[in-house]
């Protein structure tokens, strides 16, 4: 069964306080691995897709990472306007179906 | 560019009545989604629509839960009779393509069933 399991659940930081949230995957065959961002009352807003391991995308201070059993978002240097929970998805080979993780709900203060 | 568009954002109703959802997708992308949003559950899929046709609408939880799409402009899901566990944020997303292509999600309706 395709499976995402997101950590941590809840993650405080500092401004300026770099950090990784993991997202591990169990898929048959893997086209590609999302993240998207969700601000509260917001839907969720595409940051990345990765298809192969190896493969890294950046953003800002955003950068996604990929493995053939997990991924992570690095966060470098984060600001308060990066808080928000973070959403890690995977989508099977030759299947539509977003399958979510739970989300990891990431706070800066200043 | 006009993302996906929903309405209403918020709706309250009481157990028993109808309701329905709206959804405009992104212009030009011939896949469609509905999604439902909980704490306990995140998020899943209902119902997925290719070129206005339902392909899989295995995630649709009871037959009081219905959707339509009767264009490529335009979606609605519908529950009747509506019950107080229904009460979650539905979105709709939509795609160029169903298989190959990033979902782009709207800003969600926050149903409440009292």
């Known amino acids: 069964e395709d499976q995402v399991t997101q950590s941590p659940e809840a993650l405080r930081l500092q401004e300026g306080e770099s950090s990784s949230l993991n997202c591990s995957y169990t898929?048959?065959?893997?086209?590609?691995l999302f993240w998207y961002r969700q601000d509260p009352g917001k839907g969720p807003e595409f940051l990345f897709t990765l298809y192969s391991a190896g493969e890294e995308k950046e953003k800002e201070r955003l950068k996604a990472t990929l493995t053939k059993k997990e991924s992570f978002l690095h966060i470098t240097a984060p600001k308060p306007e990066d808080s928000a929970t973070y959403l890690c998805a995977v989508q099977a080979a030759s299947s539509y179906k977003l399958i979510f993780g739970s989300g990891t709900r990431l706070l800066v203060r200043p | 560019d006009a993302g996906v568009i929903q309405s209403p954002r918020h709706e309250v109703t009481e157990m028993g009545q109808e309701v329905t959802l709206r959804c405009k997708p992104i212009s030009g992308h011939n896949s469609l989604f509905w999604y439902r949003q909980t704490m306990m559950r995140g998020l899943e899929l209902l119902i997925y629509f290719n070129n206005n046709v339902p392909i899989d609408d295995s995630g649709m939880p009871e037959d009081r839960f219905s959707a339509k799409m009767p264009n490529a402009s335009f979606s609605t899901l519908k529950i009747q009779p509506s019950e107080p566990r229904d009460s979650a944020v539905y979105f709709c997303?939509?795609?160029?393509?169903?298989?190959?292509?990033?979902?782009?999600f709207g800003p969600g309706t926050r149903l409440t069933v009292l």
């Open positions: 997303a939509s795609s160029l393509s169903g298989h190959t292509d990033t979902q782009y």
């Open positions: 898929v048959s065959g893997l086209r590609g």
